[in-house]
């Protein structure tokens, strides 16, 4: 029993020796005690994710910080833009202008008998065989009922039908109920022009009481004949078609308008002129 008992010290003295001698081995070959090691190795994840949470929270920084920036620059390329168009839009309505005045010259030089007064588009109406404009003078600007509207460079545009203190209302050449006689300048046919209220044809005009021998071409230019309202060889439209009204007594001629009145933004009241 005793040396059975001196076996087992002896098996577990060699067991510690061995320990010893490995741990000493160890240590100096690494230069890190064995506890330190252990330490070392239970944190590697730890220090991994903090890294990783750490690069995280540096790329989310820099995007928010790099969002702000092109926030900012977005910003302050969307007001250039803005600005720019904006010029853009001055430079246009100058450039309309400047047409409008050097054609109201050529107007003015041509015909010395008008006596007109500028004014500026406000509102719009069109229903049905209707169609009004309103504009910015009345009758504190001399305007009455029953002038003449044109453009600068001899459109009809309507005639005035109510005045305001500082508006009027406009019947333009498109309104059915507008009759204005016309004559086709090439070949002196006379007829009566209004606004043609025909489905697929909105936005023309027609020439009703032509001639039935009369010979009309497509693109002839029809004018006023010449009234106490309207002066003579006032641009009306120009002839696209042409046919026998319905009882073929007489021809019609169905016509683009010369004036584009979607487009209109300064016109001229023709105040007085003189018919020659």
Request: hydrophobic letters at 40%; glycine letters at 8%.
């Amino acid at each position: 029993m005793k040396h059975f008992l001196n076996s087992k010290v002896r098996v577990v003295l060699l067991i510690a020796l061995v320990l010893v001698v490995a741990f000493a081995l160890l240590t100096s070959l690494t230069d890190f005690a064995l506890p330190q090691k252990l330490v070392q190795s239970a944190l590697a994840p730890v220090r991994s994710g903090f890294q990783t949470l750490t690069r995280q929270a540096e790329q989310y920084y820099n995007y928010m910080f790099r969002y702000e920036a092109l926030a900012a620059e977005n910003a302050q390329l969307r007001a250039r833009i803005a600005e720019l168009e904006e010029n853009n839009r001055s430079v246009d309505s100058l450039e309309r202008e400047n047409k409008n005045l050097k054609d109201l010259l050529g107007l003015t030089q041509a015909r010395q008998d008008f006596k007109m007064m500028d004014s500026y588009v406000i509102g719009t109406s069109s229903v049905d065989w209707t169609s009004t404009l309103t504009i910015d003078r009345g009758s504190i600007d001399g305007v009455e009922v029953g002038l003449c509207v044109v453009t600068a460079n001899g459109e009809v545009v309507g005639l005035i039908t109510e005045v305001g203190s500082n508006y009027s209302i406009v019947k333009t050449v498109l309104d059915s109920s507008l009759e204005i006689s016309g004559t086709i300048a090439s070949s002196g046919y006379n007829g009566i022009v209004t606004g043609a209220y025909i489905t697929g044809e909105e936005g023309k005009l027609r020439m009703d009481y032509l001639p039935s021998s009369s010979i009309i071409r497509n693109r002839d230019q029809v004018v006023t004949s010449g009234s106490t309202v309207y002066p003579r060889d006032l641009i009306l439209g120009y002839v696209i078609d042409a046919g026998f009204e319905e009882t073929g007594v007489a021809k019609y001629a169905l016509l683009e308008p010369a004036v584009e009145l979607g487009s209109l933004e300064q016109i001229f009241i023709l105040m007085a002129f003189e018919n020659k």
